[in-house]
């Protein structure tokens, strides 16, 4: 029997609060054309150490064929916590778009919240926690979304609320699909990548030394895991959380396509990535060309200190 100690049971409800709401070595392209590319992958080293947690940024095209095209659409997965040099770094990369296309539900012309302010609802509460229990950063206190370049491309909160009412769904009852869908993969009913979380680990974590390293590590197991995440919310029939809001992206897609932007980033949380893949290719006729990693969470040991 399973206990409540088991890492999918305890931390679905954390997936949720880190990957959705928000290196060029072994890029994430696909074998054959019908694959969809890696988007967040957990590094390791040679001894298979954990080394570092990374999202992908995977540029779509036209392909080979049509390479006189100039249009690219480039898809930006996003852990919502992460070092403050992985925001940094995107920060820097998103000045090179004519449009950046994000993702937060609010009304279309909502100001984003000032760093620092006080988090609004459960998953805001549970994000600005985890950031302090890990030692890392905040997306919305760190990403600059005031250039003129950035567009909202996501549903108000009344939108989302008439989508999760016509679908039948709640916070709880997508708490409990993911929790059963990760429970049924670590029960062997699907494939298995993640440890247990046994009391010694639990202890270590609670008492021990480099708490959150250990915490991090942790964590960037179960992140890696996409596939129980887009079991959970993907598939035929989709979800508020994922399909919806997706849609709600790529109509902002198609507007910008027709003012004529040329470069544009879709910066949306990992777990939205493989249906935006799929919609991409399916609707825009777009290919994914080439792709480059990340680095979002250092899960190295700490340098020794020279005494």
């Not at 072994?26 to 570092?52: I, T, W």
């Not at 247990?196 to 202890?203: E, N, R, T």
């Not at 979800?239 to 997706?246: A, F, K, V, Y």
């Not at 004529?260 to 290719?281: C, E, N, P, T, V």
């Amino acid at each position: 029997m399973r206990t409540f100690l088991t890492p999918p049971s305890v931390l679905a409800y954390v997936a949720i609060a880190t990957i959705f709401s928000v290196s060029a070595a072994d890029p994430p392209l696909p074998s054959k054309p019908s694959e969809s590319p890696q988007f967040l992958r957990l590094h390791r080293n040679e001894d298979g150490g954990p080394v570092a947690l990374e999202t992908a940024v995977v540029r779509y095209g036209h392909g080979q064929n049509k390479s006189d095209q100039p249009t690219h659409v480039d898809l930006v997965a996003a852990v919502h916590i992460g070092e403050r040099e992985y925001f940094s770094t995107l920060n820097m990369l998103f000045r090179t778009y004519d449009a950046v296309l994000y993702e937060l539900v609010a009304p279309p012309n909502a100001r984003i919240p000032q760093a620092g302010g006080k988090p609004s609802g459960a998953i805001g509460t549970a994000q600005q926690g985890l950031t302090k229990l890990l030692g890392l950063q905040f997306q919305l206190d760190e990403i600059n979304y005031k250039p003129r370049n950035f567009v909202h491309a996501d549903l108000s909160p009344r939108q989302f609320s008439a989508a999760m009412q016509r679908r039948g769904e709640s916070w709880w009852t997508m708490f409990s699909k993911l929790m059963q869908e990760s429970m049924d993969r670590a029960n062997g009913e699907g494939k298995k990548n993640s440890p247990d979380l046994s009391l010694g680990d639990l202890f270590g974590i609670v008492f021990g030394s480099n708490r959150e390293l250990r915490m991090k590590r942790l964590l960037a197991e179960q992140f890696s895991d996409m596939e129980v995440l887009t079991t959970a919310f993907g598939g035929e029939d989709g979800s508020s959380l994922i399909t919806d809001r997706n849609t709600a992206a790529l109509s902002v897609l198609r507007q910008q396509l027709q003012k004529g932007s040329k470069s544009i980033a879709i910066f949306y949380g990992a777990a939205h990535m493989h249906d935006f893949d799929q919609r991409l290719r399916k609707d825009f006729n777009l290919e994914p060309t080439e792709a480059v990693w990340l680095e979002a969470w250092n899960l190295r040991d700490p340098t020794p200190q020279p005494k």
